[in-house]
């Protein structure tokens, strides 16, 4: 399917065709790795679509790690943030690395650490491109 984000955010009265396009948005990238492709403008409805999306390809696929992209995304509100910490603990419970990539935004980097400190996952890094962020979590994987 071929679907253009527009620069707002989904919500329950989503279409099919849109809740399909956000579920596209993660892929499995090899027997390891999902790679998590965040949507322009992040909202409580895209990370339950997504978040759950990706939880049902890590327990069929039994892939270990994951690759969110965050570079052509916007900040999350605060309702997302915290359905963002509600979704993403249970997702870490499945995974053995977690890489983020985004453009080195400081409240980019805030909300990742503060995500992190509240999972049981002690490994995951930050990276600048999605080949720095497969690079290191096959790394990481094969260690």
């Given at each position: ?14 279409t ?5 396009a ?35 390809l890590?327990e ?14 916007s ?14 603990g ?12 985004f ?16 999972t ?17 979590t ?6």
């Amino acid at each position: 399917m071929n679907f253009t984000f527009k620069k707002k955010q989904y919500t329950e009265s989503a279409t099919p065709e849109e809740v399909a396009a956000l579920k596209d948005r993660i892929l499995i990238y090899d027997s390891e790795i999902i790679f998590y492709d965040e949507v322009p403008v992040i909202s409580p409805f895209s990370v339950e679509v997504t978040f759950c999306e990706t939880r049902r390809l890590i327990e069929e696929f039994g892939c270990k790690g994951l690759i969110i992209n965050l570079v052509n995304s916007s900040l999350p509100d605060a309702e997302s943030r915290r359905i963002i910490h509600q979704n993403f603990g249970d997702v870490c419970d499945l995974i053995q690395h977690a890489a983020f990539v985004f453009d080195k935004s400081l409240f980019f980097n805030a909300v990742i650490k503060f995500v992190m400190f509240q999972t049981n996952l002690n490994s995951y890094s930050v990276h600048s491109t999605n080949e720095e962020a497969i690079e290191y979590t096959k790394k990481i994987l094969n260690e």
